[in-house]
């Protein structure tokens, strides 16, 4: 099936500071969504993308639907310890099965 | 508070029994999904299920069987020909057409 690729697999950062994470695909996607999942808890949607060039905010975090439909990207800025997880981008490709394809995620670690 | 339920939150069983890993939600939500979540490999799709009395295999569906009774509950059993079942267990449901999936917790299941 469709398959994401998603980047970094896993960041180490310090406190304070912005942090950028990327999702790309290599057909056409109508959808993106981001997901944070804490240790030992289900994901929970942060933001939902639904046409190219969209910019959605929420807290701080920042996420866009490329232009090219064929990727999205999220900005966490300001980094705090709570923000510690695992971020998944999901999305839905233009034409293909309502069931979302999840990229492998990115490992977020923030030192205080 | 609407929601969705896993239980139990952790699981030990002995290699050759199966088990049946609990999925509850009161959000009234029409479809119903079972993921599996091993280290490094993303969330892999099991069951899911649009409607009661009908659900479809994933990708990863041999060695799990499901049953859709009623609208509320996605029970999912990890039978003995599952080779490797040790794994976070995820559910999840949605409303038909939404991409944005409400989980549960997760249930970690160990076999020994």
């Known amino acids: 099936g469709q398959q994401l690729n998603q980047s970094p697999q896993s960041m180490f950062i310090q406190e304070g500071e912005d942090v950028s994470m990327n999702c790309t695909s290599s057909s056409i996607f109508n959808t993106w969504l981001w997901y944070k999942q804490d240790p030992g808890e289900g994901p929970v949607l942060l933001i939902a993308l639904y046409k190219a060039g969209e910019l959605t905010s929420n807290g701080r975090l920042t996420a866009q639907f490329g232009i090219t439909r064929k990727d999205s990207f999220l900005n966490i800025s300001a980094s705090i310890p709570s923000d510690v997880g695992i971020y998944f981008c999901?999305?839905?490709?233009?034409?293909?099965?309502?069931?979302?394809?999840f990229g492998r995620g990115t490992s977020l670690i923030v030192h205080p | 508070d609407g929601g969705i339920t896993q239980s139990p939150k952790y699981l030990f069983r002995k290699e050759g029994q199966n088990v049946t890993l609990s999925c509850e939600q009161n959000l009234n939500h029409d479809a119903m999904y079972w993921y599996r979540q091993d280290p490094g490999q993303g969330l892999r799709l099991i069951y899911y299920s649009q409607i009661v009395n009908d659900f479809q295999k994933g990708d990863i569906a041999e060695g799990y069987s499901v049953s859709r009774e009623k609208k509320e509950s996605f029970p999912l059993t990890v039978t003995s020909a599952q080779k490797n079942p040790t794994a976070f267990y995820l559910c999840?449901?949605?409303?038909?057409?939404?991409?944005?999936?409400?989980f549960g917790s997760g249930t970690r299941l160990t076999v020994v």
């Open positions: 999901a999305g839905r490709e233009t034409g293909g099965s309502y069931i979302p394809t």
């Open positions: 999840a449901s949605s409303m038909p057409g939404y991409y944005g999936y409400t």
